[in-house]
């Protein structure tokens, strides 16, 4: 429902499909949010929001994994591990805006109830990826075990495969928000 790249940077009003006052607007990426004047839900900035912050921690995450382990174990480990918390703590903050009773979760069943498939995939990602963030963290914590150098390789490999599931959900959801809130076709039914 976006009706140009111009209105859209300019934060101007148009009419949804249900007639209602929208607010569009476009983020540093080119990628447009709209907003319903009327009923208060899809927190574009809030959407956002999450997926800059969850963004910015991922890059934080991968930059502390690439740097040298072996020979610096103990610097190493603890930057990788306050990256990994931050981690945590941006997608704790994700799960919280989209899954609490009035999050983006409930928005989109509200307006495509057709996609609860793919919301109910979200929700149990969620608990994989929480768990998997669990798991690395007890890792880290727990410390070096056995050679530092296979050790770092083990906790790369883990923590390697927790950002592929972090960038796959992302997108995921990323298209569950595209196809609830603007596309004309997606969802609805």
Known sequence: M????WAAQNGSRNLGSDGRANRTRTD???RHAVANDETGTSNPEGLL??????HTRLIELERA???AGPGRIDDWSADVAAAMTRVADAFAEHVHFTEDADGLFADVMRR???LAAAVETLRIDHQRIDDC??????TLAAGVSGDHAAW???VRASAGALMGQLTYHRQQGA??????????EGGSG
Do not use: C, I, M
Request: aromatic share 10%.
């Open 2 to 5: 976006v009706q140009g790249h």
């Open 28 to 30: 540093t990426y080119g």
């Open 49 to 54: 929001e999450q997926r800059e912050s969850l």
């Open 65 to 67: 994994l690439a740097g």
């Open 112 to 114: 495509s109830p057709g």
């Open 133 to 138: 963030l669990r798991e690395n963290l007890v």
């Open 152 to 154: 770092v390789d083990r």
């Open 175 to 184: 298209d569950l928000t595209y196809a609830a809130f603007w596309d004309d």
